[in-house]
C-alpha cells in the first residue's frame, strides 16, 4: 500500500518560536539569579516569568495536534493504528537525545562544574550539582524511565536536564493517547472532554484532600498532575480533529479577518494578563493558531528561516540550558560587567551556539534515528515530505 505523505505549513515556524521564547526565558531568568540587570525587574516581569510555560502550553497543543492528526490519517489510510509502529516512532524521534542530555547532566556536567568551577559561580548551579550527591540513583532512575517531572517535585532542578520535565510529560501522553485513539475514535470529542474533565477533576481532589488532610503523597500527586498537562494535549487533538473532519467549513472561519484578529488579541491578552484557568483558553487560542497556520488564508507564518529553525527545535529547547551554562558562566569568569556588551555577547553568543550545536546534532545525531523512523510510518510527515 503507498504510504500517503502529509505536511503542516507553519507548523514549524510555531515550534521555533516556541524554543527561543524558553531560550528568552531561561537567560533572563539567570540573568536575574545572578543579580544582573533583567527583564524580571520590570513591568514585564509576570509576562517574562510566564513565557517558559507558556511556550511549552504551545509544545503541548503542538503535540496533541499532530499526534491525533497523523493516528487518525493512519487509521483512514490503512483501516488501522499500529501501536507498536507508534512507539517505535516515538523512541526514535525522541530517545536518542533525551538519553544524551541525560547523560551530560549525570556525568558531564558534575565534573565540568568541579573542574572549572569559574564556569558554576552561581548559586543555582551550584545547588542543583551539590544536589545530586545524596540522591543520585534514585534521580538517574526517574530519568532513565521518563519521570523527570517527579525528579524535579521530589528533588528540585537538575543543571542541565531540568527542561526534560516536558518531555516526561510528553512522553507519558504518549503512552497512553494512541491506546484512547484507537479504541475510543469513534467517540473521540465526548473521550477528550471527558479526559479534561477527569484530569481537572483528580487535580482539585488531589490538592483539596492533600491539603485538607496534610497527606503528602497527594500533594506530590497533585504536583505531578500540573506537570501532566493531558488537558493540553487533547485540546490540541480537538482541533486535529475538527480540521480532518471539517476542514472545508473550519477553513471559511480559519481564514476570516475578523477570527484572526480576535483570536490574536486573545492569546496576545493572555500571553500578558494570567489567572487561574487562562492557560486553558490560552491552549484553545494556540489550537486555533495551530489549525489557522496550515490552511490557505490563516495567519501567514511561513517563513524559510524558521521553517529550518523549528525542524531543530527539538535540539534547541534541549541543548540551550547547558549552553547558557557555559556562556554565561565564562563571561562572568572574564568580568564583563558593562550592561550593553554584557547583554549583546550573552544573546548573540548563546543563541548563535545554541543553533550551531542543535544543527550539528540534527544534522549528524538525530537524523540517523529520524531516517530509520520512517520505515515504522504508514503516513510520512515532516521534512520528508516537505514541498
Not at 491525533?68 to 483512514?76: R, V
Request: aromatic share 16%; with cysteine.
Amino acid at each position: 500500500m503507498a504510504r500517503k505523505a502529509i505536511f503542516f505549513n507553519g507548523l514549524n515556524e510555531l515550534r521555533a518560536i516556541a524554543a527561543f521564547a524558553v531560550v528568552f526565558h531561561h537567560i533572563e531568568s539567570y540573568k536575574h539569579r545572578s543579580d544582573r540587570a533583567s527583564l524580571f525587574d520590570t513591568p514585564l516581569q509576570s509576562f517574562i516569568e510566564n513565557l517558559g510555560y507558556n511556550a511549552v502550553w504551545l509544545f503541548f497543543v503542538l503535540s496533541g495536534f499532530l499526534i491525533t492528526y497523523l493516528l487518525l490519517a493512519e487509521h483512514e489510510n490503512t483501516g488501522r493504528i499500529s501501536i507498536r509502529d507508534f512507539y517505535i516512532r516515538r523512541t526514535l524521534r525522541i530517545w536518542p537525545l533525551y538519553f544524551l542530555i541525560v547523560a551530560l547532566a549525570f556525568f558531564a556536567m558534575p565534573i565540568l562544574a568541579h573542574q572549572l568551577p569559574q564556569l558554576a559561580d552561581e548559586q543555582y548551579v551550584q545547588q542543583c550539582v551539590e544536589s545530586l550527591d545524596g540522591n543520585w540513583w534514585v534521580r538517574l532512575f526517574l530519568f532513565l524511565f521518563f519521570l523527570p517531572n517527579l525528579a524535579l517535585i521530589l528533588y528540585g532542578p537538575l543543571a542541565g536536564a531540568t527542561q526534560t520535565w516536558s518531555i516526561g510529560s510528553e512522553e507519558q501522553f504518549y503512552v497512553v493517547w494512541p491506546l484512547i485513539v484507537r479504541f475510543f475514535r469513534r467517540r473521540l470529542p465526548l473521550t477528550l472532554l471527558i479526559v479534561i474533565l477527569l484530569k481537572m477533576l483528580l487535580l482539585v481532589l488531589a490538592f483539596g484532600v492533600g491539603a485538607r488532610y496534610e497527606i503528602p503523597a497527594l500533594e506530590v500527586l497533585g504536583k505531578f498532575l500540573l506537570t501532566l498537562r493531558l488537558e493540553l494535549m487533547a485540546i490540541g487533538a480537538f482541533g486535529a480533529y475538527g480540521l480532518l473532519h471539517y476542514r472545508s467549513y473550519l477553513a471559511d472561519r480559519l481564514s476570516s479577518r475578523p477570527w484572526k484578529l480576535v483570536m490574536l488579541s486573545l492569546v496576545a491578552a493572555l500571553l500578558i494578563w494570567q489567572f487561574s484557568i487562562s492557560y486553558l483558553i490560552l491552549g484553545i487560542g494556540f489550537a486555533y493558531v495551530t489549525m489557522s497556520v496550515t490552511v490557505d488564508g490563516g495567519i501567514p507564518l511561513q517563513n524559510p528561516w524558521l521553517d529550518r529553525l523549528g525542524r531543530i527545535s527539538y535540539g534547541i529547547y534541549m541543548y540551550h540550558p547547558i549552553v547558557i551554562f557555559l556562556v554565561c558562566g565564562t563571561v562572568h569568569w572574564l568580568g564583563i560587567d558593562d550592561p550593553l556588551l554584557y547583554n549583546v555577547i550573552i544573546y548573540t553568543v548563546v543563541v548563535s551556539a545554541t543553533v550551531l550545536v542543535s544543527s550539528l546534532s540534527y544534522r549528524f545525531f538525530e537524523a540517523a534515528f529520524l531516517r530509520m523512523k520512517k520505515r515504522f510510518s504508514t503516513i510520512l510527515s515532516g521534512d520528508s515530505v516537505k514541498p
